[in-house]
């Protein structure tokens, strides 16, 4: 068997050009969904994610403002700048860019953001509506990952789906959202022991570990669904998964790549949650 590829990319641009045209229709309602990004400090790898949502933001149409603090911001003055987006209307959507420096307290600074705004779904109120299968903003690694699912009309009701890795923001919330699709689904972490023995019975596989190749294709069954969160840059400084592709790809029924997989959903879905809470704002929805 040779697992059919999951292009996120492809994905991410047919549902970016739907989003174009709603923020049109948007806009001709005097609507403009706004998302403000908050990054602070000089780290290259943040610089170019924030860099990523600002021209995603352009393309569709959604306002995008940057405010750039520096690495000596203190925590009090973030949940300054944080509570004053809070209160202005003309805001939608809020992120700060993670991590933070080690003097600011992440969580302190994720409880900040009003839960209305929190468009990357962190907040342990969107958390808890998830976690009860309540509509909410769903954190957006996660939701493009069933996104890209049902965009292959992949059955999840009764399907044994693995996940390997435990983070906030990936691990636990796909997992959660699986469950929420009725999969029965098993955690793995770095304290699981003989993983191989789950993720061979699994019918659909997430790995999010941040490790090179972790899993390969001895360590799944036929016909399964692999989703490659990973990212990693080899030695030549091109990027990789999680996942080794090839071997993989020989048992799977269908696979995504990295790059162009899940990597764009994510971007996608951080937009779609910054148009759905300025419908949410103004009572469209
Ligand atoms: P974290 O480092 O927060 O979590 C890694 C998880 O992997 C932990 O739960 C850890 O277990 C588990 N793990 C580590 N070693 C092992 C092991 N030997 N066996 C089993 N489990 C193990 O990572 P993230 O979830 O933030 O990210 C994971 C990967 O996904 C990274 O490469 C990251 O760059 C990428 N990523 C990609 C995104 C995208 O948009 N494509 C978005 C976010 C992340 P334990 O909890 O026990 O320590």
Do not use: W
């Not at 990295?258 to 704002?281: C, E």
């Amino acid at each position: 068997m040779t697992g059919e590829i999951i292009y996120g990319n492809e994905l991410a641009a047919n549902l970016r050009e739907e989003m174009k045209q709603e923020v049109e229709q948007l806009k001709q309602k005097n609507i403009t969904p706004s998302l403000t990004v908050i990054l602070i400090g000089d780290d290259p790898a943040s610089q170019s994610y924030v860099r990523g949502k600002q021209k995603a933001s352009d393309k569709v149409g959604v306002d995008s403002e940057l405010i750039l603090l520096p690495e000596s911001t203190t925590q009090q003055e973030l949940v300054d700048r944080i509570t004053k987006l809070n209160q202005d209307e003309s805001v939608h959507g809020i992120l700060v860019q993670l991590p933070l420096p080690n003097h600011i307290d992440e969580q302190v600074i994720i409880e900040t953001i009003d839960p209305n705004k929190d468009v990357d779904g962190f907040h342990p109120v969107n958390i808890g509506r998830m976690m009860t299968g309540k509509d909410t903003f769903y954190p957006c690694t996660p939701y493009g990952i069933i996104t890209m699912l049902k965009s292959k009309n992949i059955e999840i009701a009764g399907k044994h789906a693995v996940i390997v890795g435990r983070s906030n923001i990936v691990g636990k919330p796909v997992g959660q959202l699986l469950l929420n699709e009725n999969a029965t689904v098993t955690y793995c972490h770095s304290k699981t022991k003989d993983m191989k023995q789950y993720t061979r019975d699994a019918d659909i596989v997430i790995v999010a570990v941040g490790k090179m190749h972790f899993i390969t294709g001895d360590d799944i069954k036929d016909g399964a669904v692999v989703i490659d969160v990973g990212i990693n840059r080899k030695e030549d400084g091109k990027l990789t998964g999680d996942v080794e592709f090839e071997s993989a790809q020989q048992k799977a029924s269908y696979i995504t790549p990295v790059p162009k997989g899940v990597g764009p959903m994510t971007i996608t879905m951080l937009l779609h949650n910054t148009i759905k809470s300025a419908k949410k704002y103004h009572d469209i929805l």
